[in-house]
């Protein structure tokens, strides 16, 4: 029986390294996040940039919607399947970017590409 029970230690330490395994998916899905998608609630400056412009992306107030902005003024909003991972890893500190890919004012569309943000100090 005591056996038994020496086993049971080993699973659960296995167990505990497997949290820190996770711990460190998390934060490699948050370096990998790369998609493209058109924004949602544009607005009429951005018609002013050009394909290839980076722009800022931040969270709104209440921290649930995720802004496009450039130089701070509100150029859109995403609004995609991985939104839920992209807000979860801007509130743990992670910074993106957003790279207009397509941009046509006839139509009133913008697609942008959204990757992480790697800083350079």
Do not use: W
């Amino acid at each position: 029986m005591k056996g038994g029970g020496g086993g049971s230690q080993n699973y659960s330490r296995q167990l505990a390294g497997t949290q820190g395994a996770v711990s460190t998916s998390d934060d490699e899905e948050c370096l990998n996040i790369l998609f493209d998608v058109h924004l949602k609630k544009i607005q009429s400056q951005i018609f002013k940039l050009n394909v290839g412009d980076v722009l800022q992306i931040d969270l709104d107030q209440e921290m649930q919607l995720v802004n496009v902005l450039s130089k701070g003024v509100l150029c859109g909003i995403v609004d995609a399947p991985q939104v839920l991972q992209l807000r979860s890893c801007i509130k743990k500190g992670y910074r993106y970017k957003a790279t207009i890919i397509e941009l046509d004012g006839n139509e009133m569309k913008c697609k942008v590409r959204i990757q992480y943000l790697q800083t350079v100090l």
